[in-house]
């Protein structure tokens, strides 16, 4: 492919990406699996799954992202730091 078409096809598979992202109901998927946990709601273990994967698509692995704390840095500023950063993060999807 010519450098010309290729950035093209990236350009496109972004996107696509992106609009797929955007229709994963995050909020709702979550809300579904802390239904179950709490014993409102029962799923089956083919929709857990499918939420798994869902998620996996749309949000960061919490497992990839390091993170790392000043021994000066005060915890509960952090942390609550952190939890505002992750709000921003799901209000966006």
Same mark, same amino acid.
């Given at each position: ?8 096809? &990236?350009? %496109? ?5 992106? %609009? ?7 909020? &709702?998927?979550?809300? /579904? ?8 709601? &029962?799923?089956?273990? %083919? ?18 992202? &390091? ?20 709000? /921003? ?5």
């Amino acid at each position: 492919m010519k450098p010309a078409i290729n950035k093209a096809f &990236e350009d %496109e598979m972004r996107r696509r990406i992106e %609009e797929v992202r955007k229709g994963i109901k995050i909020k &709702e998927t979550v809300a /579904a699996l802390q239904d179950c946990v709490e014993g409102v709601r &029962e799923l089956t273990r %083919e929709q857990i799954r499918a939420a798994e994967i869902l998620l996996k698509k749309s949000m960061p692995d919490l497992k990839e992202i &390091e993170h790392k704390v000043d021994a000066n840095t005060d915890l509960a500023e952090y942390l609550s730091k952190a939890r505002d950063r992750a709000a /921003a993060r799901t209000t966006q999807h």
